[in-house]
């Protein structure tokens, strides 16, 4: 057992009481041996069936390499004509790495990161569902156990997807890591997934991601059918469309993130014990970290602040995305001065980003840029603002100018300056801000919110068609959930002069030229301020929606409160999906002022420089920004030793990694140096209850 470890108060509490009640009746009868892991031996109430096993023998098939023989095959796996659950499940594995990381040599794949043992890749793996029997929330838990497992010095890693990723999506990154330590992985895809429902083939996949008829089946990801709306009109009048199940579940499923990670946890500890069932594991003997990036980074933290009964030791976030509370007085400074606008929430800043980064791209400051961006579509974008009064200036240098100064007012930072344009050609921007309109609203596929949304595109980009058997065949696997597939289907702006196009072509009837449809875009930001923006005013429809966007907005914004518990969040400088003034640094802030209330903070918050959101992508900028996943992994490293040995985490500090010259440079310690055991003064990052300061 790791000697360490105490009982958790919520359990010690619990126990007490229990015992109590044991001795109240009859003082001369002995006490009943209270078991602490008697709870984690019952399946879970959550599941409605009994998790499925299937074991991996590390050579023909793996825990982390799937049906290939190592990590370097695992990138080249091709699926094959007729594929297997096995066969997606490998795809998917392979997406986690792919998609979310510089899988490059040069870029620190096979050294920094991109490693596994034989004894790891070897195991058990248990999918479960945890459902309430309607069929419409279908959450997918996966344990997984590799042969190095010491029940004896149990630890779990519970792993949430980022994005709407299905759920081995993180499995390649903090899975890897956990699974060479000899933990078991708890994942789940929290609620999100990439459930897609062809609406008019009535099609849909599987939990292990195999493609089936819809009808009115329970067990599938997602099926819209059993949502309650009419949609044989809707697929009579807008053919090849497709609902998504973040999107179009009407669920809102943010706000049970931290609960689905916590189940994730029950599931692994119910498992463990069937496995091991002489070891008594529960949450007494077990070390819990609960670790992800993204939307899963958001789903460990509030896992944290929800953990009543003391489940999770220490948490990991990289990057995550969170929703601070409104109006929450909180001071953010960089260099002792105060940044232009911080703590706001994500569909907030978006929807300004959706407004602003495609004419930002034409900047004289951003050169060389709009490598992803269509220019003339860029320009028309500028000079259609200009003409609602969104920017200033007669010339498209000028607005442009003006409209890359109202990003940085509105908390990006200049680091993000060139990744304005990837971000905006590559549609994150666009895909999040439909997604989470759509989510937090609860609306239904046959809403449309804004005039858009999600069907086919063909090799031509005409659109709508019925999207491409072969892609939709391996969607749940290479998906994010969000409505991009590889070009396969896509955004699509209903109501574009001349008829349905893909958003990035489509023409807006104010303007009555191709600006990437910037009159959905203003209706996405009115939806999120409930009042006109620019020179179109409100309507009361539109009025009803942003009050619906606010509910489901509300409805996921964290507390700050950790719980005392000793966290770790990493955050890239550059990052432009989630600026860290909206997002890590508040939330350290947030934390600071919660926690004192009752306990002392154990939030530690590093600042990287030269990274950003997306380390699959850092080849493709202007310059080659180092992988955050380094620090995220070496953080993960320091919560180990701070619940194994006690070891202090190094306080906050700001990290100045170096970009690298160019993508063929290999990645060194140069680049990525150490999170300093104790930070220099001119890298420190000040943290007091409700502010924070950050080394410039």
């Known amino acids: 057992m790791f000697t360490h470890r105490k009982l958790p108060i919520a359990a010690a509490f619990a126990l007490a009481l ?91 794949f096979g050294s920094y990161y991109g490693r596994i043992s034989e004894a790891a890749n070897k195991g058990s793996e248990y999918m479960a569902v945890a459902d309430d029997g309607t069929g419409n929330k279908n959450v997918t838990m996966v344990v997984t156990v590799p042969s190095n497992f010491d029940a004896a010095k149990a630890c779990v890693v519970a792993v949430p997807s980022s994005g709407s990723r299905p759920v081995y999506g993180e499995l390649g990154t903090i899975g890897e890591w956990a699974l060479n330590k000899g933990c078991a992985v708890a994942l789940t895809d929290k609620g999100g997934g990439v459930g897609i429902h062809d609406l008019d083939r009535d099609m849909s996949f599987a939990v292990d991601g195999s493609v089936v008829a819809a009808g009115m089946r329970k067990d599938l990801s997602f099926n819209a059918n059993l949502l309650g709306d009419d949609l044989s009109k809707f697929r009579a009048a807008n053919p090849n469309r497709l609902a998504l199940k973040h999107a179009h579940g009407k669920q809102n499923p943010e706000k ?30 077990t070390l819990v970290i609960a670790s992800s990036i993204s939307n899963g980074g958001a789903a460990v933290l509030r896992a944290a602040e929800q953990d009543s009964e003391g489940l999770i030791r220490g948490v990991v976030a990289g990057e995550p995305q969170l929703n601070l509370p409104e109006n929450a007085g909180l001071t953010v400074k960089r260099g002792g001065v105060s940044v232009p606008m911080s703590a706001k929430p994500l569909y907030d800043y978006i929807t300004v980003a959706g407004l602003y980064q495609a004419c930002a791209t034409q900047s004289a400051a951003l050169a060389p840029s709009s490598a992803f961006v269509i220019v003339p579509f860029a320009a028309n974008r500028c000079e259609a603002l200009a003409a609602q009064g969104l920017v200033s200036g007669a010339t498209l240098a000028e607005q442009s100018a003006d409209a890359l100064a109202k990003l940085r007012a509105y908390g990006w930072e200049a680091e993000t300056d060139l990744l304005h344009d990837s971000h905006y050609g590559f549609e994150f921007t666009e895909l999040v801000a439909h997604t989470y309109a759509n989510a937090f609203a609860r609306a239904s596929v046959t809403e449309s919110l804004c005039g858009y949304s999600v069907a086919g595109i063909d090799a031509s980009y005409q659109t709508p068609v019925a999207p491409a058997t072969e892609a939709f065949k391996t969607g749940w696997a290479t998906g994010g959930g969000l409505g991009f597939l590889g070009g396969a289907f896509n955004i699509i702006a209903d109501k574009s002069v001349g008829g349905p196009a893909l958003f990035l072509l489509a023409s807006s009837a104010s303007s009555g030229k191709p600006d990437f449809y910037l009159d959905g875009a203003t209706c996405l930001r009115r939806l999120a301020t409930g009042a006109a923006v620019g020179s179109a005013g409100i309507s009361a429809a539109e009025q009803a929606l942003a009050a619906r966007v606010k509910t489901g907005l509300n409805e996921v914004r964290v507390s700050g409160d950790l719980r005392g518990k000793p966290v770790v969040i990493v955050h890239g400088r550059s990052d432009a999906l989630i600026p860290v003034n909206h997002n890590s640094r508040p939330y350290a802030a947030l934390n600071k002022r919660a926690d004192s209330a009752g306990s002392a903070s154990g939030l530690r918050y590093y600042e990287i420089t030269d990274a950003n959101h997306f380390d699959a992508l850092v080849g493709l900028y202007p310059k080659t920004l180092v992988p955050l996943h380094v620090y995220t992994l070496r953080a993960l490293d320091l919560m180990w030793a701070k619940l194994t040995t006690g070891a202090a985490l190094p306080d906050s500090q700001l990290v100045r990694a170096k970009a690298r010259a160019s993508a063929s440079v290999p990645l060194s310690d140069a680049h990525v140096p150490a999170i300093a055991a104790t930070p220099a003064a001119a890298d420190s990052i000040v943290i007091t209850a409700g502010a924070i300061d950050v080394a410039n």
Do not use: H, M
């Open 256 to 285: 049970d993130w931290g609960k689905y990670t916590l189940q994730s946890i029950k599931v692994a500890l119910y498992v463990l014990n069937k496995q091991f069932p002489a070891a008594n594991l529960s949450p007494a003997n």
């Open 18 to 108: 229990l015992l109590t009640a044991c001795s109240s009746g009859d003082d001369d009868k002995p006490l009943e041996p209270v078991d602490p892991a008697a709870a984690f031996k019952l399946r879970p109430d959550f599941l409605l069936t009994e998790p499925s096993r299937t074991d991996y023998d590390g050579a023909s098939n793996g825990l982390l390499t799937g049906k290939t023989p190592s990590l370097t095959a695992l990138l080249s796996y091709k699926l094959p004509a007729s594929p297997s659950a096995a066969d997606l499940r490998t795809l998917a594995i392979q997406t986690s790495y792919t998609g979310l990381l510089d899988v490059t040599a040069a870029g620190g």
